[in-house]
T-cell receptor, first 115, second 110 residues
Framework: DVKVTQSSRYLVKRTGEKVFLECVQD?????MFWYRQDPGLGLRLIYF???????EKGDIPEGYSVSREKKERFSLILESASTNQTSMYLC??????????????FGPGTRLTVL | EDKVVQSPLSLVVHEGDTVTLNCSYE??????LLWYKQEKKAPTFLFML????IEKKSGRLSSILDKKELFSILNITATQTGDSAVYLC??????????FGTGTKLQVIP
């Protein structure tokens, strides 16, 4: 079974703090993704990575950065957290295999509250 | 801009009913249509559809894609309370680009 884990289920931070969200997958997947999920807006892609040290902006990258130093780990960084970044953050991974690469496997999510 | 629209937004049915969830999409370089089930945590994968008119089935769930009308449906027969969840539809196009709809919230009451 594919396993995607995220470092925290719930996180409360103050405005202006630097926040790190960690995601680890154990299936040797090349692709990894960070989404945020908000009521009425669905899942929106923040960043994705298709290889170590590679990253691509998604639909809403502003206010976020990412790091992928190892294949299994993809970190999302909020340089200076703001209240409008209060959300559920979901990490996902997918293989690069032809025919399977669209199927994404999700972690349990981190519910971040910024006060 | 890619767009995926799901309907209805929510519905409530009784156990044993059959439900149909709808998904329309406009996705550049469309490659596949994905369905996920999300309970209180992470979405879990249900189906990936790439060809028109070929039904995919898994137990009481089935799905089909119409690439001409840019449409997919997810059917659930003989619903159970365990089917209560948000069902997400997503369109994949281009390089690793997946666009999600806002989901349909299904509640099955005994």
């Amino acid at each position: 079974d594919v396993k995607v884990t995220q470092s925290s289920r719930y996180l409360v931070k103050r405005t202006g703090e630097k926040v790190f969200l960690e995601c680890v997958q154990d299936m040797d997947h090349e692709n990894m993704f960070w989404y945020r999920q908000d009521p009425g807006l669905g899942l929106r892609l923040i960043y994705f990575s298709y290889d170590v040290k590679m990253k691509e902006k998604g639909d809403i990258p502003e206010g976020y950065s990412v790091s992928r130093e190892k294949k299994e780990r993809f970190s999302l960084i909020l340089e200076s957290a703001s209240t409008n970044q209060t959300s559920m953050y979901l990490c996902a991974s997918s293989p690069r295999l032809a025919g399977a690469k669209d199927t994404q496997y999700f972690g349990p999510g981190t519910r971040l509250t910024v006060l | 801009e890619d767009k995926v629209v799901q309907s209805p937004l929510s519905l409530v049915v009784h156990e044993g009913d059959t439900v149909t969830l709808n998904c329309s999409y406009e996705v550049t370089n469309f490659r596949s249509l994905l369905w996920y089930k999300q309970e209180k945590k992470a979405p879990t994968f249900l189906f990936m559809l790439t060809s028109s008119g070929i039904e995919k089935k898994s137990g009481r769930l089935s799905s089909i894609l119409d690439k001409k009308e840019l449409f997919s449906i997810l059917n659930i027969t003989a619903t159970q309370t365990g089917d209560s969840a948000v069902y997400l539809c997503a369109g994949s196009g281009g390089y690793q680009k997946v666009t999600f709809g806002t989901g349909t919230k299904l509640q099955v009451i005994p």
